[in-house]
T-cell receptor
Protein backbone atom coordinates (compact mmCIF):
# COMPACT_ATOMS: atom_id res chain seq x y z
CA UNK A 1 0.00 0.00 0.00
CA UNK A 2 1.10 3.54 -0.63
CA UNK A 3 1.99 5.07 2.71
CA UNK A 4 2.64 8.60 1.47
CA UNK A 5 0.23 10.05 -1.08
CA UNK A 6 1.42 13.05 -3.09
CA UNK A 7 -0.50 15.42 -5.32
CA UNK A 8 -0.61 16.80 -7.92
CA UNK A 9 1.35 14.59 -10.28
CA UNK A 10 2.34 17.62 -12.32
CA UNK A 11 2.09 21.37 -11.85
CA UNK A 12 2.62 24.33 -14.15
CA UNK A 13 3.15 27.76 -12.57
CA UNK A 14 4.04 31.14 -13.98
CA UNK A 15 7.21 32.87 -12.85
CA UNK A 16 6.58 34.71 -9.62
CA UNK A 17 3.64 32.52 -8.66
CA UNK A 18 3.19 30.18 -5.72
CA UNK A 19 3.69 26.43 -6.18
CA UNK A 20 1.92 24.14 -3.72
CA UNK A 21 2.46 20.40 -3.44
CA UNK A 22 0.53 18.30 -0.96
CA UNK A 23 1.22 15.02 0.82
CA UNK A 24 -0.79 12.84 3.17
CA UNK A 25 0.24 9.90 5.33
CA UNK A 26 -1.35 7.24 7.50
CA UNK A 27 1.46 5.84 9.63
CA UNK A 28 1.64 7.74 12.92
CA UNK A 29 5.08 6.25 13.57
CA UNK A 30 6.60 8.62 11.00
CA UNK A 31 8.83 11.12 12.82
CA UNK A 32 10.54 13.09 10.07
CA UNK A 33 9.17 14.52 6.84
CA UNK A 34 11.70 15.67 4.23
CA UNK A 35 11.19 17.06 0.77
CA UNK A 36 13.61 16.17 -1.98
CA UNK A 37 14.26 18.04 -5.22
CA UNK A 38 15.46 16.25 -8.33
CA UNK A 39 16.73 17.79 -11.55
CA UNK A 40 16.83 15.74 -14.77
CA UNK A 41 19.73 13.30 -14.84
CA UNK A 42 20.60 13.88 -11.19
CA UNK A 43 19.87 12.17 -7.92
CA UNK A 44 17.37 13.64 -5.45
CA UNK A 45 18.75 16.15 -2.97
CA UNK A 46 17.30 17.24 0.35
CA UNK A 47 15.46 20.55 0.04
CA UNK A 48 13.82 21.09 3.42
CA UNK A 49 12.50 18.90 6.24
CA UNK A 50 10.20 19.13 9.25
CA UNK A 51 9.41 17.18 12.39
CA UNK A 52 5.81 16.58 13.52
CA UNK A 53 6.14 18.80 16.61
CA UNK A 54 6.51 21.87 14.36
CA UNK A 55 3.65 23.33 12.30
CA UNK A 56 5.73 25.31 9.83
CA UNK A 57 9.31 25.61 8.67
CA UNK A 58 10.62 28.20 6.27
CA UNK A 59 13.91 28.31 4.39
CA UNK A 60 14.13 31.17 1.94
CA UNK A 61 11.33 30.81 -0.61
CA UNK A 62 10.48 27.27 0.53
CA UNK A 63 8.02 26.56 3.35
CA UNK A 64 6.68 23.32 4.76
CA UNK A 65 3.30 23.44 6.47
CA UNK A 66 2.50 20.49 8.71
CA UNK A 67 -0.93 19.47 10.05
CA UNK A 68 -0.43 16.62 12.49
CA UNK A 69 -4.12 16.05 13.25
CA UNK A 70 -4.98 15.78 9.55
CA UNK A 71 -1.79 13.82 8.81
CA UNK A 72 -0.97 16.14 5.95
CA UNK A 73 1.98 18.30 4.99
CA UNK A 74 2.68 20.55 2.07
CA UNK A 75 5.49 22.37 0.30
CA UNK A 76 4.99 25.98 -0.73
CA UNK A 77 7.41 27.63 -3.14
CA UNK A 78 6.98 31.38 -3.09
CA UNK A 79 8.00 33.59 -6.04
CA UNK A 80 8.56 30.48 -8.16
CA UNK A 81 11.42 30.73 -10.66
CA UNK A 82 12.21 28.78 -13.85
CA UNK A 83 15.22 27.33 -12.01
CA UNK A 84 12.78 25.68 -9.58
CA UNK A 85 11.53 23.46 -12.42
CA UNK A 86 12.23 19.95 -11.16
CA UNK A 87 10.57 16.89 -9.69
CA UNK A 88 9.71 17.16 -6.01
CA UNK A 89 9.25 14.20 -3.70
CA UNK A 90 7.81 14.24 -0.23
CA UNK A 91 8.97 11.49 2.09
CA UNK A 92 8.53 10.14 5.59
CA UNK A 93 10.74 8.27 8.01
CA UNK A 94 9.84 5.81 10.73
CA UNK A 95 11.52 6.49 14.05
CA UNK A 96 15.20 7.13 13.36
CA UNK A 97 15.50 4.72 10.44
CA UNK A 98 17.43 7.07 8.16
CA UNK A 99 18.07 4.23 5.76
CA UNK A 100 14.41 3.59 5.03
CA UNK A 101 12.47 6.59 3.76
CA UNK A 102 9.03 6.12 2.21
CA UNK A 103 8.59 8.43 -0.78
CA UNK A 104 5.58 9.91 -2.49
CA UNK A 105 5.26 9.40 -6.23
CA UNK A 106 6.62 12.82 -7.09
CA UNK A 107 5.40 16.07 -8.62
CA UNK A 108 6.87 17.46 -11.83
CA UNK A 109 6.95 21.24 -11.44
CA UNK A 110 7.33 23.46 -14.48
CA UNK A 111 7.76 27.20 -13.95
CA UNK A 112 7.17 29.16 -17.12
CA UNK A 113 9.14 32.38 -17.71
CA UNK B 1 34.32 15.73 -2.36
CA UNK B 2 32.90 12.76 -4.28
CA UNK B 3 29.98 11.84 -1.97
CA UNK B 4 28.12 8.83 -3.40
CA UNK B 5 29.50 7.43 -6.65
CA UNK B 6 27.56 5.00 -8.83
CA UNK B 7 28.83 3.03 -11.81
CA UNK B 8 27.93 2.44 -14.55
CA UNK B 9 25.71 5.41 -15.44
CA UNK B 10 24.09 3.53 -18.30
CA UNK B 11 23.75 -0.19 -19.04
CA UNK B 12 21.82 -2.30 -21.52
CA UNK B 13 21.29 -5.97 -20.72
CA UNK B 14 19.55 -8.86 -22.38
CA UNK B 15 16.98 -10.87 -20.46
CA UNK B 16 18.71 -13.45 -18.29
CA UNK B 17 22.05 -11.69 -18.08
CA UNK B 18 23.56 -10.78 -14.76
CA UNK B 19 25.34 -7.64 -13.67
CA UNK B 20 26.40 -5.62 -10.66
CA UNK B 21 25.70 -1.96 -10.04
CA UNK B 22 28.48 -0.44 -7.99
CA UNK B 23 28.03 2.13 -5.23
CA UNK B 24 30.73 3.75 -3.12
CA UNK B 25 30.58 6.55 -0.56
CA UNK B 26 33.42 8.48 1.01
CA UNK B 27 31.52 10.10 3.88
CA UNK B 28 31.96 7.23 6.35
CA UNK B 29 28.19 6.86 6.60
CA UNK B 30 26.86 3.84 8.46
CA UNK B 31 23.68 3.48 6.43
CA UNK B 32 23.39 2.71 2.72
CA UNK B 33 20.40 1.85 0.58
CA UNK B 34 19.30 1.17 -2.96
CA UNK B 35 16.17 2.65 -4.54
CA UNK B 36 14.64 2.25 -7.95
CA UNK B 37 12.80 5.05 -9.69
CA UNK B 38 10.09 4.36 -12.24
CA UNK B 39 7.79 6.89 -13.95
CA UNK B 40 4.81 7.68 -11.74
CA UNK B 41 6.04 5.34 -8.99
CA UNK B 42 8.39 7.54 -7.03
CA UNK B 43 11.39 5.97 -5.31
CA UNK B 44 11.00 2.48 -3.93
CA UNK B 45 13.43 0.87 -1.52
CA UNK B 46 15.08 -2.33 -2.75
CA UNK B 47 17.63 -3.24 -0.06
CA UNK B 48 19.39 -1.42 2.72
CA UNK B 49 22.29 -1.83 5.11
CA UNK B 50 22.85 -0.41 8.57
CA UNK B 51 26.52 -1.35 8.66
CA UNK B 52 29.18 -3.64 7.25
CA UNK B 53 27.96 -7.23 7.20
CA UNK B 54 24.31 -6.27 7.81
CA UNK B 55 21.71 -6.07 5.04
CA UNK B 56 17.94 -6.31 4.86
CA UNK B 57 15.12 -6.21 2.33
CA UNK B 58 13.12 -3.18 1.43
CA UNK B 59 9.82 -2.83 -0.39
CA UNK B 60 10.81 -4.43 -3.73
CA UNK B 61 13.72 -6.86 -3.12
CA UNK B 62 12.85 -9.69 -5.53
CA UNK B 63 15.44 -10.27 -8.24
CA UNK B 64 18.16 -8.32 -6.46
CA UNK B 65 20.98 -9.27 -4.16
CA UNK B 66 23.25 -7.12 -2.01
CA UNK B 67 26.23 -7.45 0.29
CA UNK B 68 28.18 -4.99 2.43
CA UNK B 69 31.71 -6.11 3.16
CA UNK B 70 33.03 -2.59 3.85
CA UNK B 71 31.55 0.66 5.11
CA UNK B 72 32.27 2.33 1.78
CA UNK B 73 30.79 -0.10 -0.75
CA UNK B 74 27.30 -1.45 -1.31
CA UNK B 75 26.92 -3.26 -4.67
CA UNK B 76 23.56 -4.31 -6.09
CA UNK B 77 23.46 -7.55 -8.07
CA UNK B 78 20.92 -8.58 -10.67
CA UNK B 79 21.27 -12.35 -11.00
CA UNK B 80 19.00 -12.88 -14.01
CA UNK B 81 17.78 -9.61 -15.48
CA UNK B 82 14.14 -9.22 -16.52
CA UNK B 83 12.48 -6.43 -18.55
CA UNK B 84 10.59 -5.43 -15.38
CA UNK B 85 13.94 -4.39 -13.92
CA UNK B 86 14.33 -1.64 -16.50
CA UNK B 87 14.61 1.40 -14.27
CA UNK B 88 16.85 4.09 -12.86
CA UNK B 89 18.66 2.90 -9.76
CA UNK B 90 19.83 5.20 -7.01
CA UNK B 91 22.21 4.42 -4.22
CA UNK B 92 22.02 6.56 -1.07
CA UNK B 93 23.90 6.88 2.17
CA UNK B 94 23.09 8.50 5.47
CA UNK B 95 24.59 9.03 8.88
CA UNK B 96 23.38 7.16 11.89
CA UNK B 97 21.57 9.40 14.35
CA UNK B 98 18.01 10.51 14.92
CA UNK B 99 18.67 14.19 14.25
CA UNK B 100 19.99 13.81 10.74
CA UNK B 101 17.56 12.11 8.42
CA UNK B 102 19.17 13.34 5.24
CA UNK B 103 19.91 10.82 2.50
CA UNK B 104 22.75 11.57 0.11
CA UNK B 105 22.03 10.15 -3.34
CA UNK B 106 24.30 9.21 -6.20
CA UNK B 107 23.51 10.40 -9.71
CA UNK B 108 21.85 7.14 -10.68
CA UNK B 109 22.39 4.17 -12.97
CA UNK B 110 19.98 3.83 -15.89
CA UNK B 111 19.39 0.17 -16.73
CA UNK B 112 17.55 -1.14 -19.77
CA UNK B 113 16.73 -4.85 -20.02
CA UNK B 114 15.76 -6.04 -23.49
Amino acid sequence: QQQVKQSPQSLIVQKGGISIINCAYENTAFDYFPWYQQFPGKGPALLIAIRPDVSEKKEGRFTISFNKSAKQFSLHIMDSQPGDSATYFCAARVGGSNYKLTFGKGTLLTVNP
Amino acid sequence: NAGVTQTPKFQVLKTGQSMTLQCAQDMNHEYMSWYRQDPGMGLRLIHYSVGAGITDQGEVPNGYNVSRSTTEDFPLRLLSAAPSQTSVYFCASSRQGANTGELFFGEGSRLTVL
